[in-house]
């Protein structure tokens, strides 16, 4: 075995709980909030209104943004059904924030909008705040939308609900909550090509690089939505292997996808109902795919329709289970394409100026647009975005650390977070130092910095890296 197994690996192809093993206190964060909401969108009550939120056949938003907070363990929850009284429950608590007139005040995922002044009776409507996007606009999930679960994005200051088609008066922040957040993890291949793993926190703090078994040439690591996280790693011998991070730390050890499937480069990406989608480019250069189920059942690879080839490959998962997947053809054309919820694709297309890149790399954000960053055949790093209607904005150069000059690189990879956020990650073209910075959702960028290495200040190289 080229690629060292840590003890107690499971068996190829079996699955694994992955969320195991978290046993103690616990307390709620905005993320399990967000996190158990969504994995409810779709979900639609019988046409007398019956639903699985409470015994109670009638409106059932406020039924709906109660067990979400109970379900994510909040505690106490408002213990009313009607949408306007749950406003008045955190008024009556100091938990309520106002909506200013022609503002969008202060929300926050996890919050409970709410539609109709506090106390003002029926007619109201309340909903979980997804995200926080930018300008006026907000992501919420609302039950009983057209009864159903639904996740829209709003603009918080003009947007109505309810038989009386108010607006939202305010938010009532969830009580005894931690700020929580998700963090970042980082999988690097070290000079050597043996792999390290550290997380950045919440909070901007970094954990610092500890080993992980094996080694491997190219890495790739997506962030579930249950806490847990799970990497894909070309070993020594050319195979894809796959691993899973409990969420209380613990690795399962790397295990050769089944089918033993050699490739040249790979990628991984998460999607909200806990499924992961795996692309490589397999050693025919042809772009592959399959999925794992949350169960840990494989599809099997693939190959995307069009045996397409190319050099380098990357994908993400989006908020509305789509995913997209960019590439370098063999022409070092930038090529990109779309997956549909139910498994069709939608076919390559190039990039708008058939622009040529060493390395690619996407990310999925909240509000379902998507990030690129690339390193171009010229070496320099660029970036752009892609709106959730299919239009980009355009290449433009990230500058170097402390410089107007761009930054050049030879691998990249960026992750999009549940706060808009987005990290890269660089390894330099004249030193392989590893480099991260981070994009706020205002599109301002933090400038990069290198990171440490394992133990020392020294900054950490590497010949791959990976964010997610």
Not at 1 to 27: E, K, R
Request: glycine share 14%.
């Amino acid at each position: 075995m080229v690629l060292a197994l840590s003890v107690g690996a499971v068996a190829a192809g079996t699955g694994y709980d992955l969320a195991g093993g978290a046993t103690g206190a616990y307390a709620a964060t905005r993320d399990d909030i967000t996190r158990v909401a969504n994995a409810e969108v779709g979900y639609a009550a019988d046409a007398n209104q019956c639903n699985k939120y409470a015994s109670l056949c009638d409106d059932w938003c406020a039924m709906f943004t109660n067990w979400v907070w109970r379900t994510a363990g909040v505690s106490p929850v408002p213990d009313s059904f009607v949408a306007t009284a749950v406003g008045q429950w955190g008024v009556a608590r100091n938990l309520f924030k106002p909506r200013p007139p022609n503002s969008v005040g202060d929300p926050q995922p996890g919050d409970i909008a709410v539609y109709g002044a506090p106390g003002s009776g029926q007619g109201g409507h309340v909903s979980i705040v997804f995200s926080v996007d930018g300008g006026n606009r907000i992501t919420t999930i609302d039950g009983n939308y057209s009864n159903r679960v639904a996740k829209r994005q709003i603009d918080a200051t003009t947007a109505t609900a309810g038989s009386r088609d108010v607006r939202i008066s305010g938010y009532v922040t969830p009580p005894n909550v931690t700020a929580g957040g998700r963090g970042a993890h980082v999988v690097i291949s070290g000079m050597d090509n043996a792999l390290y793993h550290e997380m950045r926190l919440p909070g901007g703090q970094w954990t610092g690089f500890q080993p992980l078994n094996g080694s491997a040439s190219r890495v790739s690591i997506a962030a579930m939505p249950d806490g847990t996280a799970q990497a894909v790693v070309i070993g020594q011998d050319g195979v894809v292997y796959h691993e899973g991070r409990h969420a209380n730390g613990q690795w399962t050890g790397f295990q050769p996808i089944p089918g033993n499937t050699k490739a040249k480069d790979v990628a991984i990406a998460a999607l909200p109902d806990n499924t992961s989608q795996v692309a490589i480019v397999g050693d025919d250069d042809i772009v592959h795919h399959q999925g794992r189920h949350a169960n840990g059942q494989w599809t099997g690879f693939q190959p995307i329709p069009g045996n397409t080839k190319a050099k380098s490959v990357s994908i993400a998962g989006l908020p509305d289970n789509t995913s997209q997947i960019l590439i370098t053809g063999d022409d070092d054309v930038v090529y990109h394409q779309g997956r549909h919820a139910n498994g069709q694709w939608t076919g390559f297309q190039p990039l708008t100026g058939n622009t040529k890149a060493k390395d690619v790399t996407i990310a999925g954000l909240p509000d379902r647009s998507s990030q690129v960053v690339i390193v171009g055949d010229d070496d320099i790093v660029y970036h752009q975005g892609r709106y959730p209607n299919g239009q980009w904005t355009g290449f433009q150069p990230l500058n170097g650390m402390g410089t107007t000059t761009p930054a050049k690189a030879k691998r990249v990879s960026i992750a999009g977070l549940p706060d808009s956020t987005s990290q890269i990650l660089i390894t330099g073209l004249n030193d392989d130092v590893v480099y991260h910075q981070l994009r706020n959702p205002n599109g301002q960028w933090t400038g990069f910095q290198p990171l440490n290495g394992m133990g020392t200040t020294t900054p950490a190289k590497a010949t791959d890296v990976a964010i997610g």
